[in-house]
């Protein structure tokens, strides 16, 4: 094996840096951990009995499934972490006994994967049978009387994972009928009851209707390797919640925009909804839901004032106020502001997040001042007819509050006359008709008394920078035989297989490299990549000539607990914290963040990625590029790029969508993060837009990303998506896609095949290995 590995590990002592680092994954838990419901019975005292039931109880879902899972060496569960701080679990019966259930299911599942395997030779097995964890019998009378305390825990569990959607039914998205009756029996007879939801996602919460006796419900999501300790801090007190909702929690499936469209058409899917996406929708059509986007309490109270609005060079300036007006408890806020954009000309949605801003915790009855920019790159909208990005002309109403549902109107603005940011081209045309989704009227609000600003925007010409080539890569590409070319245009793939299920990697565990062909000749070093994005994605342990090295990492919450935190800095140390690993095991390349729009609740993946909303998504994920990237050499992938909205039939699926909604809600994301972090690389993802496999698009991968967006980093197929569907090699270096990954036998062929056949032209074959060399020269292979 080859000496990459920066520091190996030959025995299992902890180190320092899983303690550092699991601390930074427990305090991200901690600020992302939604308290949906509280009539006052938490905090709880502290050393008290609790009766604790429910599947992750003991079973603690700490992540989800396929590549975004993570081998750490340890989760600390609820029941454990509640018993560290000093709570005595009296439920020791209901719980061992669910022991028993899980395993038998687990045994169940393990044979059923067992004879897919069998049965379809060869096929991946993450085309999924997903495990679902069983509910745990029904709680007895007994159970009850001998568990000798008057407060009551049910933990409910979800798993979702790569390669299969959630179900809207019991047991995944609805809730099994064993686990209402549980509730029903603890409402009766105990005097608290808490609902701890630790799933990946949206779960039906229809059933609150049934069951309003609940006193307490927390979203504790997954939360990664301390996720136990983290929500025994909330429970308890010593921290008191502070995370938001990134979705809506609508009060039945049937309420989402994508249900209501659902034409049970598992090829061809249709965006009808356009634009409104989670509360674009939610908010525009006037549906109530169960909770709100933005939505999340505190165990204190807070005010949020506007001490002064105004306008400068095209930008709006807000000085905030927020003080902690409660009497107990300390507190983070996180202050939200949105904004009705004119809806003169097009249709838009009722409004939209444009900032946020979480506070320092804040003791009782004290206060932060921060000022605030809102950009109007974030009011922009897009005009497919003249493919531009405009202002529209009219009236703009700005929002702030704590949730997308709690706001006060603080100004108008009025642009007097339309003007084009952006000039672009039209791309990923609609190839079939699609109509999508129209409000019938959208309402405007007109208050008094409310500071109107009138704001002149003029028309912007986009000058693309010309980015200096950098001679000495141009130097070296040129030196390539073409051969070589084709070789650092695939990753690293094993020579001898070829077999899809083959790749390389001199980092146990980690899903690929590049070449390292070229070693011996030119010194240009193979790197590695690793998934995430839950922390990073390598063997617990491994064999080395006959020594055991062990590859403790540590499991971060994911995603959607991530973006619950609304807050920049602690995502920058996830990001940093992650990097160290990969610097100490020798990863270059992490395939994280992900970042696709929650579509649909029931999107397996969804836990991996941030929101319903771009903006919020933007930041997130350009936040822990920031601090990943931090570190001399460690590159982040933003990735699917786009539109990986479903997991069932990924592959061979195709969005139907308006270029509009397209670049409003699907790839809005994408750009901010670019522009805010500048990551060195992206992947494409698995599916089609408008009949076009998006790793062989021209239009996102070159126009959009290089041209639009002046992207200068290197762009990446997802993993065989050139072999198993139906993209191509050759179309994706075309398209400006410059990394085949993993790479195999097959794309090399299908490259070599098309050059001899003049399809291909060496300047194309040259572009993207210049790309890919930059990355390989930019990585900790060379840059300490
Ligand atoms: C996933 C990617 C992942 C890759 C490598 C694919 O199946 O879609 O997100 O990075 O595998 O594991």
Same mark, same amino acid.
């Given at each position: 094996m080859e000496e990459i590995i920066l520091k190996k590990h030959y025995n299992d002592k902890i180190t320092e840096r899983e303690i550092k680092n699991s601390l930074i994954s427990q305090k991200s838990a901690e600020e992302g951990i939604v308290l949906l419901k509280n009539d006052g019975v938490l905090p709880l005292k502290h050393n008290i009995n609790i009766a604790l039931y429910g599947a992750g109880a003991r079973k603690t879902v700490k992540g989800g499934w396929g590549s975004g899972d993570v081998n750490e060496r340890k989760s600390t569960s609820i029941e454990e972490g509640l018993k560290e701080i000093g709570y005595k679990i009296t439920t020791n019966k209901w719980i061992n006994e669910y022991d028993i259930i899980y395993n038998k299911e687990l045994k169940k599942w393990k044979q059923k994967c067992k004879?897919?395997?069998?049965?379809?030779?060869?096929?991946?097995?993450?085309?999924?049978?997903?495990?679902?964890?069983? /509910?745990?019998?029904?709680?007895?009378?007994?159970?009850?009387?001998?568990?000798?305390?008057?407060?009551?825990?049910? #933990?409910?569990?979800?798993?979702?994972?790569?390669?299969?959607?959630?179900?809207?039914?019991?047991?995944?998205?609805?809730?099994?009928?064993?686990?209402?009756?549980?509730?029903?029996? @603890?409402?009766?007879?105990?005097?608290?009851?808490?609902?701890?939801?630790?799933?990946?996602?949206?779960?039906?919460?229809? !059933?609150?209707?049934?069951?309003?006796?609940?006193?307490?419900?927390?979203?504790? *999501?997954?939360?990664? /390797?301390?996720?136990?300790?983290?929500?025994?801090?909330?429970? *308890?007190? &010593? #921290?008191?919640?502070?995370?938001?909702?990134s979705d809506t929690w609508a009060s039945k499936y049937e309420d989402y925009p994508v249900c209501i469209n659902n034409d049970k058409d598992v090829i061809n899917i249709k965006y009808k909804e356009g634009i409104f996406v989670g509360y674009r929708y939610f908010d525009t059509f006037n549906i109530i839901p169960n909770f709100e986007f933005g939505y999340g309490l505190s165990y204190t109270q807070f005010s949020i004032n506007i001490n002064d609005i105004s306008i400068e060079n095209e930008k709006v300036l807000l000085s905030i106020k927020v003080k902690n007006i409660g009497k107990k408890y300390k507190g983070k806020e996180v202050v939200q502001?949105?904004?009705? /954009?004119?809806?003169?000309?097009?249709?838009?949605e009722y409004q939209r997040l444009v900032g946020f801003k979480k506070t320092k915790l804040l003791k009782p009855g004290e206060e932060q001042e921060f000022k605030y920019i809102v950009d109007m790159e974030n009011m922009k909208s897009y005009?497919?007819?003249?493919? *531009?990005?405009?202002?529209?002309?009219?009236?703009?109403?700005?929002?702030?509050?704590? *949730?997308?549902?709690?706001?006060?109107?603080?100004?108008?603005?009025?642009?007097?006359?339309?003007?084009?940011?952006?000039? #672009?081209?039209?791309? /990923?045309? @609609?190839?079939?008709?699609?109509?999508?989704?129209?409000?019938?009227?959208?309402?405007?609000?007109?208050?008094?008394?409310?500071?109107?600003?009138?704001?002149?925007?003029?028309?912007?010409?986009?000058?693309?920078?010309?980015?200096?080539?950098? &001679?000495?890569?141009?130097?070296?590409?040129?030196?390539?035989?073409?051969?070589?070319? !084709?070789?650092?245009?695939?990753g690293a793939h094993n020579p001898r297989s070829r077999k899809i299920k083959f790749y390389k990697s001199v980092v146990p565990g980690a899903v690929g490299e590049t070449t390292s062909k070229l070693k011996e000749k030119y010194s240009i070093e193979n790197i590695v990549f690793s998934d995430g994005p839950a922390g990073i994605h390598i063997k617990q342990k491994y064999n080395d000539n006959g020594k055991k090295v062990y590859q403790y990492c540590t499991a971060m919450p994911i995603g959607v607990l991530l973006a619950q935190t609304w807050n920049e800095e602690i995502l920058k140390e996830v990001g940093y914290a992650v990097a160290q690993e990969m610097k100490e095991f020798g990863i270059s390349v992490w395939l994280a963040p992900g970042m696709n729009i929650h579509r649909d609740p029931l999107c397996g993946r969804n836990f991996e990625y941030f929101s319903e909303d771009p903006f919020l998504t933007g930041k997130v994920a350009g936040n822990i590029v920031l601090g990943l990237q931090n570190i001399n050499g460690i590159s982040a992938t933003l990735k699917h790029f786009a539109c990986n909205n479903k997991e069932n039939n990924r592959i061979f699926s195709n969005s139907i969508i308006s270029e509009k909604a397209l670049r409003e809600i699907y790839l809005r994301g994408f750009e901010i993060a670019i522009k805010l972090s500048n990551p060195r690389a992206i992947m494409t993802s698995y599916n089609k837009i408008n009949g076009v496999a998006t790793s062989n698009s021209y239009d996102l991968c070159t126009e959009v990303l290089r041209n639009e967006w002046e992207f200068n980093g290197v762009v990446m197929t997802d993993w065989f998506s050139q072999t198993i569907g139906d993209a191509c090699a050759k179309e994706a270096i075309k398209a400006g896609n410059d990394l085949i990954m993993p790479g195999n036998v097959k794309d090399i062929e299908d490259i070599e095949k098309n050059y001899k056949e003049g399809k291909l032209d060496i300047e194309d074959l040259k572009k993207c290995a210049t790309n890919i060399l930059k990355v390989i020269i930019e990585s900790n292979k060379y840059v300490k």
């Open positions: 004879d897919f395997v069998n049965e379809n030779k060869g096929q991946y097995i993450m085309d999924s049978i997903p495990f679902i964890s069983p /509910c745990g019998r029904i709680i007895t009378d007994t159970d009850i009387k001998k568990s000798n305390t008057n407060v009551a825990i049910y #933990v409910l569990s979800r798993t979702s994972g790569e390669g299969a959607d959630r179900k809207n039914e019991k047991g995944d998205f609805k809730l099994f009928d064993e686990e209402i009756e549980n509730l029903k029996r @603890l409402v009766k007879n105990y005097k608290k009851v808490i609902l701890i939801i630790n799933s990946g996602g949206i779960i039906d919460t229809s !059933f609150l209707k049934e069951i309003p006796e609940i006193n307490a419900i927390i979203y504790m *999501s997954q939360a990664g /390797c301390r996720g136990g300790n983290a929500i025994a801090n909330i429970l *308890s007190g &010593k #921290v008191t919640p502070s995370g938001k909702l502001i949105y904004i009705s /954009c004119s809806n003169n000309e097009q249709n838009k005009n497919e007819k003249i493919a *531009s990005w405009i202002l529209e002309k009219g009236k703009y109403t700005l929002r702030i509050g704590n *949730s997308s549902r709690n706001t006060e109107t603080i100004a108008y603005i009025n642009i007097n006359k339309t003007a084009i940011i952006q000039k #672009v081209k039209n791309i /990923c045309n @609609l190839k079939t008709n699609l109509k999508e989704y129209k409000p019938n009227e959208l309402k405007r609000e007109d208050k008094l008394n409310i500071p109107t600003f009138n704001l002149d925007i003029k028309d912007k010409d986009f000058v693309k920078q010309n980015k200096e080539e950098d &001679k000495n890569i141009k130097l070296v590409i040129n030196k390539l035989e073409t051969k070589e070319l !084709f070789n650092i245009i695939c």
